[in-house]
């Protein structure tokens, strides 16, 4: 992969181990100090290349039903209300069946799971 940051032409693997080992050692060092000014520009190195080395991608939509199922606490049996049956549930959360559109309205609204995040591939 090409680097689009010329700082990070030369910023090899054995570098960014470098760079998190003295983060992690003075990560406590106030702003403003030699070593928090160190830890700053070390930490924007280090997510500049793992943004660009380790992209993440969106979720998928599964992904993003089973993240707010997690973050309310919810059970796969509490979606048979949104989703109409129970083997329906099972079938969407194992990827054996598409979500429809009233799903995904319903989703949106009763979950608040962005729409956008549920029309992806």
Same mark, same amino acid.
């Given at each position: 992969m090409m680097s689009s940051s010329p700082v990070l032409d030369n910023y090899s693997h054995r570098d960014h181990k470098s760079a998190l080992a003295i983060v992690e050692k003075h990560f406590s060092a106030k702003r403003g100090t030699p070593w928090g000014n160190i830890v700053e520009v070390l930490s924007m190195l280090i997510e500049k290349y793992e943004e660009?080395?380790?992209?993440?991608? /969106?979720?998928?939509?599964i992904d993003a039903i089973k993240f707010r199922m997690d973050q309310l606490g919810l059970e796969n049996g509490d979606l048979v209300q949104i989703m109409?049956?129970?083997?329906r549930v099972w079938e969407v959360l194992n990827g054996k069946r598409n979500l429809s559109i009233k799903i995904i309205r319903k989703l949106h609204t009763k979950l608040g799971i /962005?729409?956008?995040?549920?029309?992806?591939?």
């Amino acid at each position: 992969m090409m680097s689009s940051s010329p700082v990070l032409d030369n910023y090899s693997h054995r570098d960014h181990k470098s760079a998190l080992a003295i983060v992690e050692k003075h990560f406590s060092a106030k702003r403003g100090t030699p070593w928090g000014n160190i830890v700053e520009v070390l930490s924007m190195l280090i997510e500049k290349y793992e943004e660009e080395r380790f992209p993440i991608g /969106p979720p998928t939509p599964i992904d993003a039903i089973k993240f707010r199922m997690d973050q309310l606490g919810l059970e796969n049996g509490d979606l048979v209300q949104i989703m109409g049956t129970r083997a329906r549930v099972w079938e969407v959360l194992n990827g054996k069946r598409n979500l429809s559109i009233k799903i995904i309205r319903k989703l949106h609204t009763k979950l608040g799971i /962005p729409a956008e995040a549920l029309l992806t591939e």
